[in-house]
Structure formats: C-alpha cells, structure tokens
Nanobody, 124 residues
Framework: QVQLVESGGGLVQAGGSLRLSCAATGRTPSRYAMGWFSQAPGKEREFVAAVDLSGGRTDYADSVKGRFTISRDNAKGTVGLQMDGLKPEDTAVYYC?????????????????WGQGTQVTVSS
C-alpha cells in the first residue's frame, strides 16, 4: 500500500503562485510515475501534470503549460507542483496520484493510488 498526503493548497489572487507538495509513504513500487489531477465542482477529474521515475520526463495539460512545473525528489519520496500565473479557472481540488509502471499516462483511470486532495482557490 502507498499513502499519499498533499499539502500547500490555499487561497490566492489571480496572477499569484502556490506550490503543492505530495509525500508518498508506505510500500512504494520500484518503478512509478507521479501525477497531479484537478477536479472542480461538477466536473470530472482532469489531468494536470505528470513526471516519470527519473524526473527527466514530464507531461502537462495544455491549459497549464508554461505556468505550472512538476518535479520530484525520490530521496524524499515527494512530488511538487509549482503553480505560477494562477487563474480563477484553476480553482479546484488538486490530487496527487501514483501510476505503477513505465509509462506516463495522462488519464485518471490509469493511476492506482490517490491522495485526499488539497483545495486551491484563485480569486479574480
């Protein structure tokens, strides 16, 4: 079992920045990717960003490219999401997730482990 705990959410004005962090504990797989997803009220969970085991390969949703940066620290078992240039439409609960395998999927159903989520609210 893998446990994921997110932190760093909050309220920020449009144009501001937040940094989310997710810590993975427990029996982590030998090879796994980590991703971030967002879910706004009444909407489905959407892909935001993902990073492979080495941290050298990343993928982003078009809506966040150039504004968000994902990174991971395997020594600490953490993944971060630096969110700059935030927009009101970025308001959502953000979830950290783990994909077990070699790939870097951008859809929620591929991810097996999930955190409890952290709220990000961007005011206009």
């Amino acid at each position: 079992q893998v446990q994921l705990v997110e932190s760093g959410g909050g309220l920020v004005q449009a144009g501001g920045s937040l940094r989310l962090s997710c810590a993975a504990t427990g029996r982590t797989p030998s090879r796994y990717a980590m991703g971030w997803f967002s879910q706004a009220p009444g909407k489905e969970r959407e892909f935001v960003a993902a990073v492979d085991l080495s941290g050298g390969r990343t993928d982003y949703a078009d809506s966040v490219k150039g504004r968000f940066t994902i990174s991971r620290d395997n020594a600490k078992g953490t993944v971060g999401l630096q969110m700059d240039g935030l927009k009101p439409e970025d308001t959502a609960v953000y979830y950290c997730a783990v994909y077990v395998g070699r790939g870097l999927p951008n859809f929620a159903s591929a991810y097996y482990y999930w955190g409890q989520g952290t709220q990000v609210t961007v005011s206009s």
